[in-house]
């Protein structure tokens, strides 16, 4: 039979054991615990991300709509500039050959 003494220091030897053990366990979990962290704000860092993207876009074509349509009213103003003036040009023409035919006094 084994003796106290025995005992007893089997005992706190498995008590030894079990602490490192523990100790052991609780490095791990913090490593594991540390790395949940680290992906959590990295999820975080993404999900806002996306978020300002998602905004970003939102302005840029708005952005480019209104460009859009800040171009296209610029070209009918500028058709309907030219359409004007060619029609100026058009009855300058034909008032000034009736000016001259009447100089001429070829009036029809």
């Not at 035919?101 to 009036?107: K, L, N, P």
């Amino acid at each position: 039979m084994p003796t106290a003494e025995a005992s007893q220091a089997s005992l706190e030897a498995h008590r030894a054991r079990w602490q490192a053990e523990e100790a052991a366990l609780h490095g791990v979990l913090d490593g594991i615990e540390e790395r949940l962290l680290t992906d959590q704000g990295r999820v975080h860092l993404w999900a806002e991300l996306r978020e300002r993207h998602g905004s970003v876009s939102a302005l840029a074509a708005r952005n480019l709509g209104q460009h859009a349509g800040a171009v296209a009213a610029y070209q009918t103003k500028q058709h309907d500039k030219g359409a004007a003036l060619a029609k100026k040009n058009r009855i300058a023409s034909r008032t000034l050959t009736a000016a001259e035919r009447s100089e001429a006094g070829t009036v029809r």
